[in-house]
T-cell receptor, first 112, second 111 residues
Framework: DQQVKQNSPSLSVQEGRISILNCDYTNSMFDYFLWYKKYPAEGPTFLIS?????DKNEDGRFTVFLNKSAKHLSLHIVPSQPGDSAVYFCAASARSQGNLIFGKGTKLSVKP | EPEVTQTPSHQVTQMGQEVILRCVPI?????FYWYRQILGQKVEFLVSFYNNEISEKSEIFDDQFSVERPDGSNFTLKIRSTKLEDSAMYFCASSGYRDPTFGSGTRLTVV
């Protein structure tokens, strides 16, 4: 039962271009969404979050968009840098302190 | 920047043995979590802990698992009798108001 789905296991982007990572969810009770970045042999690192009362949140090169009617969110990274190469996990919870349900991750490769 | 610290980084144990994974959460955080990631699979929630008791747990967190905050700073996960399928990366996390911070994980290998 995949409540949070990241359908693209990998994405390759040229340095300087936009990276768009997608995430879909099925549970309409989810009201808080997060993106984490993970390097090999490290724990997930928090990137950006969005509450369901918003449809966009921006932090520097990272922007998260939320489309509640489509149960879809996306992470935009612009411009992409080689150091952004990592696995990106989408996560959701039914309240801000609820347990996180993670997607399977998308491996982003940014090529110089 | 404050960190969540996990020890050991790698633990090898024989099937049937007990293991204790240790975590030092960020000092002013109130919520504590354990997650695990089996190789090639997604990060899965195990348990959350607040106000000195379990607040939520998943189906994975059965009677073989227990958590404890023995001294106000450490947060431990105990697996009583390990099975081969317990081999995974175990991540501790802590949060204040929101947005959990994760540790670097303990790789548990059960042989």
């Amino acid at each position: 039962d995949q409540q949070v789905k990241q359908n693209s296991p990998s994405l390759s982007v040229q340095e300087g271009r936009i990276s768009i990572l997608n995430c879909d969810y099925t549970n309409s009770m989810f009201d808080y969404f997060l993106w984490y970045k993970k390097y090999p042999a490290e724990g997930p690192t928090f990137l950006i979050s969005i509450s369901s009362i918003k449809d966009k949140n921006e932090d520097g090169r990272f922007t998260v968009f939320l489309n509640k009617s489509a149960k879809h969110l996306s992470l935009h990274i612009v411009p992409s840098q080689p150091g952004d190469s990592a696995v990106y996990f989408c996560a959701a919870s039914a309240r801000s302190q609820g347990n996180l349900i993670f997607g399977k991750g998308t491996k982003l490769s940014v090529k110089p | 920047e404050p960190e969540v610290t996990q020890t050991p980084s790698h633990q090898v144990t024989q099937m049937g043995q007990e293991v204790i994974l240790r975590c030092v959460p960020i000092s002013n955080h109130l919520y504590f979590y354990w997650y695990r990631q089996i190789l090639g699979q997604k990060v899965e929630f195990l348990v959350s802990f607040y106000n000195n008791e379990i607040s939520e747990k998943s189906e994975i967190f059965d009677d073989q698992f227990s958590v404890e905050r023995p001294d106000g700073s450490n947060f431990t996960l105990k697996i009583r009798s390990t099975k081969l399928e317990d081999s995974a990366m175990y991540f501790c996390a802590s949060s204040g108001y929101r947005d959990p911070t994760f540790g670097s994980g303990t790789r548990l290998t059960v042989v």
